[in-house]
């Protein structure tokens, strides 16, 4: 292991960037601090490596860090200090050093791997999610795989590991996570989050919750229905902030992202897509839906789209963040609620209609509605998690009270769902 971690270390100075199956660039620190990166004379320029960084002659660079598409996927808190644990007496674990360890496994279709290395030289875990998700010790399964493998890219302050489906025809991909004990019953939080968004009709990946309510899971959707990789880039990066700044985003930045990046009808999708998390955001009292939490997704430089809903939790069911503001401001303002700022901002550069608008808000009271009433059972069912199931489904009362009254302002009533029409829900998503 040592030869090894001292190979990675002596090639890291310079890093080769794959897209697809082939080798487009290098990455290479600049000064103490900063990155620099070129393409290859023959890279075609369908193979470019950010949307803000088109196939061209001219390098990239950063003076002070690594250029942002580059930083995106970094391990971060626990991920970070594990990381730092096991190879930090032998590496010298910076950005660059941790790029080179996890560039392989990222979410995008990106790979970055020391000068030299195969493009796969760390291949993913695989694991049949199916089974572990059944199994009563998911949550100690999990934790073996996280000692066993943590050579992947994936952003993100809480325990999260990347695997690869057996037996699968494309070798479908998921992203495994659990939390920790400052945030109790948080798998179960997000998956049934999760499904107040899917039943709401907002776009969502696929998930799973293990049997006990220890780990949830995400099936990764950078890929299409081939098994190819997808480009991904979130807002932070589009914007060309670094990750510290995820927290200081604004709603008008990032409708001028996507303006700038998407073409013909998916531009106004993607604009409402936004304008339909921000409102499930403020309804779900989720209070951590920063520049991260979305993004574009693409195979080329003409179809890029909103990436579907991810990381949705309802914060302020824990007591540390029940006074906790919104991520992403709109107008200047950290809107808790749907004010006629917010549906000035739908209107005026969402491009929604007030039609468009109260039927957005109709759906995601009724998903939310639909999920509480999950909630209530699985809560009975599972006394461990009882004591958050309620404390969110109270959350999403005040939620549904306020997309009752965006809808009646805007000339509308709507009809509830009841409760107790909902069946026990399977763990599994």
């Not at 809480?158 to 690869?164: E, I, S």
């Not at 985003?249 to 409402?272: D, Q, S």
């Not at 009975?380 to 809808?407: F, T």
């Amino acid at each position: 292991m040592n030869d090894l971690l001292a190979k990675i270390e002596a090639n890291a100075k310079r890093l080769d960037v794959h897209v697809g199956p082939g080798r487009v660039g290098t990455l290479e620190r600049e000064g103490a601090q900063g990155s620099v990166f070129a393409y290859l004379p023959e890279t075609n320029e369908a193979d470019f490596v950010s949307l803000l960084m088109p196939v061209r002659l001219q390098s990239y660079s950063a003076s002070s860090a690594l250029i942002p598409v580059f930083q995106q996927n970094l391990p971060e808190g626990f991920l970070r200090r594990k990381i730092t644990q096991r190879f930090g007496k032998v590496l010298a674990t910076d950005d660059l050093i941790l790029l080179a360890l996890t560039g392989a496994n990222m979410i995008g279709r990106q790979k970055i791997v020391p000068s030299g290395f195969s493009r796969d030289w760390i291949k993913p875990l695989r694991v049949d999610v199916e089974a572990m998700m059944a199994d009563s010790q998911a949550g100690v399964l999990f934790a073996e795989l996280l000692d066993e493998f943590i050579g992947f890219g994936v952003s993100g302050a809480l325990p999260k590991v990347l695997v690869q489906e057996r037996d699968t025809i494309h070798d479908a991909q998921w992203i495994l996570k659990v939390g920790d004990t400052s945030l109790p019953s948080l798998a179960v939080n997000e998956y049934f989050t999760m499904r107040a968004a899917a039943h709401a009709g907002l776009p969502t990946p696929e998930f799973t919750l293990s049997e006990e309510g220890t780990v949830f899971g995400v099936k990764r959707f950078d890929f299409d229905v081939a098994g190819n990789s997808l480009g991904f880039e979130d807002f932070c990066a589009l914007l060309a902030l670094p990750p510290e700044r995820t927290y200081g985003g604004t709603m008008e930045r990032v409708v001028k992202a996507i303006e700038a990046f998407t073409v013909g009808p998916e531009r106004l999708k993607a604009k409402e897509g936004m304008i339909a998390a921000q409102l499930f955001s403020m309804a779900a009292r989720n209070t951590d839906a920063h520049l991260k939490n979305f993004g574009l997704l693409y195979s080329g430089i003409g179809d890029a789209r909103l990436a579907p809903m991810f990381d949705m939790v309802t914060t302020k069911v824990y007591p540390q963040y029940r006074n906790d503001i919104p991520s992403i401001s709109i107008a200047g303002k950290k809107l808790d609620v749907a004010d006629k700022t917010f549906v000035r901002f739908a209107q005026e550069r969402g491009g929604m209609t007030t039609t468009g608008l109260r039927d957005m808000a109709i759906r995601i009271a009724g998903g939310l509605e639909e999920a509480a009433a999950e909630l209530i059972v699985y809560g009975r069912a599972y006394p461990a998690h009882q004591a958050v199931c309620d404390g969110i489904v109270e959350q999403w009362k005040s939620g549904v009270q306020m997309l009752d009254n965006l809808v009646q302002g805007i000339g509308a009533r709507r009809k509830p769902i009841k409760e107790e029409v909902a069946p026990v829900p399977q763990p599994k998503g």
